[in-house]
């Protein structure tokens, strides 16, 4: 691979953009799931608008402006690639130009991959495969992923939209008719962890996303993240991302990167 993944999330049906004037050190997929996407380049007339099933790229370094006509569903991927990487050189920030018939796998699967506990290979593997897809206009090896239930597929959303909250595992299993042990058994078969487990993971990575892209203080993103205590947070962080908070948004981040609390 000749991109390093930085932070993946998934936002649904965004009734307003918190940040509209965004600039980033790093390369940034945007792909559309559902609504309207509205991307306005710095120095240019014509926006880009995205709709179900396309996908923007926008470059490290350029700003953008964005705005909607219906709450848009869809994922955003920041990454940075190596500066001879074939398919990315020179790339302008832009809709890319992929057919249908290949957009659909790509984002099947991509709803397929987001879920899993380590996704990091997947999601890498998925974003080199955007960037050749639209290099090539062809096919590429489809990416095989394990069939994951309804219960899960309910309980990791129900996780995602209540992430601030305390979360009991008990009424997690209650929502989807299964038992505790019932629940725990299911999420190892599916997802090779536990619901505890993977609630964690779910947190810190929404944590990287406030981390990147808000002035939040550490204290305020823990308790948004679900941690009543900074000092617990920290160290949960630590261990996911092999650096503290602070440390993680100051390796990615440079001044002029940092996000503005206007």
């Not at 550490?218 to 160290?235: D, H, K, Q, R, V």
Request: hydrophobic content about 35%; some cysteine; overall charge neutral.
């Amino acid at each position: 691979m000749q991109i390093e993944l930085i932070n993946q999330h998934y936002i649904e049906n965004l009734e307003k953009f918190k940040i509209p004037v965004m600039k980033r050190g790093w390369d940034i997929l945007i792909m559309v799931v559902d609504g309207t996407y509205i991307i306005h380049i710095e120095d240019r007339k014509k926006p880009l608008i995205l709709r179900k099933h396309e996908i923007a790229f926008i470059p490290a370094g350029t700003q953008i402006t964005r705005s909607m006509t219906s709450p848009p569903t869809y994922y955003h991927i920041s990454f940075r690639a190596e500066a001879d990487h074939p398919f990315r050189f020179s790339l302008p920030p832009c809709k890319l130009n992929i057919p249908e018939e290949q957009t659909i796998p790509i984002f099947n699967s991509m709803e397929r991959s987001f879920p899993m506990p380590d996704n990091r290979e997947l999601i890498t593997h998925l974003a080199e495969r955007i960037l050749t897809e639209n290099y090539l206009f062809g096919k590429s090896k489809k990416v095989h992923l394990p069939h994951l239930s309804e219960e899960i597929l309910s309980t990791v959303r129900y996780m995602n939209a209540h992430l601030h909250e305390e979360i009991d595992i008990d009424a997690l299993a209650a929502r989807v008719y299964l038992s505790h042990t019932g629940l725990i058994w299911k999420f190892k078969q599916e997802l090779g962890t536990t619901p505890s487990q993977y609630l964690i993971l779910l947190r810190l990575r929404y944590a990287k996303q406030l981390l990147l892209n808000h002035p939040y203080s550490i204290t305020e993103i823990a308790e948004m993240c679900g941690y009543a205590n900074p000092y617990y947070f920290t160290n949960a962080f630590h261990r996911y991302a092999g650096m503290s908070p602070t440390e993680f948004r100051k390796h990615y981040l440079s001044e002029s990167d940092q996000p503005s609390k206007s």
